[in-house]
């Protein structure tokens, strides 16, 4: 089982680190122009069918059934590795080669609030930029961006999956 795990984690991972290395060089080589989100929720899905197959890899090798329980804790385990690397490389960049990031992230959304918002907006970016000074919560808000869609994954892929 541990094979399996670490093996679909890893694949996985190598996906949405690439997405993330990508983006980086894309939002420093073009810092006026917004990455869609769409690209990175697609990216992240992409990544977590790791799950889905890491769970069939567990059922095969289990004489093709495995439990709900079995399944999901299998898909659980697969998600935290991918999302745990995303961070690590995530605080590799942003420490590394795009600390100005959360000056970046600000402008942006500043950019692109609407008269009436841009009070709101920029007192809630400015908020934003004082919390990510703290390490701790750059790896909690990177940390959601990835986690809950992960979670979501691993409970239909076992759902889906499970035989008894």
């Known amino acids: 089982m541990n094979n399996i795990i670490i093996k679909n984690g890893l694949f996985g991972s190598i ?9 980086t060089m894309y939002m420093r080589a073009s810092p006026e122009e917004e990455v869609s989100m769409m690209i990175g929720f697609t990216v992240m899905i992409l990544a977590f ?5 890491g769970i069939k890899q567990q059922r095969d090798a289990n004489n093709g059934l495995i439990s709900f ?12 590795i991918i999302s745990t690397i995303y961070v690590l490389v995530w605080l590799v ?5 795009f600390p ?3 000056e970046h992230y600000t402008d942006m959304a500043i ?9 709101k907006v920029t007192e809630d970016m400015n908020s934003f930029k004082e919390m990510y000074k703290n390490p701790i919560m ?3 808000f ?3 961006e990835i986690l809950p869609l992960g979670i979501v994954f691993s409970l239909i892929s076992a759902l889906i999956l499970k035989k008894k």
């Open 100 to 102: 100005n990031f959360a």
């Open 69 to 80: 329980g079995n399944a999901f804790l299998t898909g659980f385990w697969i998600t935290l």
């Open 142 to 144: 990177t940390y959601m």
């Open 138 to 140: 750059v790896i909690l």
């Open 49 to 53: 069918f790791f799950v889905t197959w």
């Open 111 to 119: 950019a692109k609030a609407s008269p009436d918002e841009v009070a």
């Open 15 to 23: 996906i949405v680190s690439a997405l993330l290395v990508f983006v």
């Open 93 to 97: 960049i942003l420490y590394n080669f």
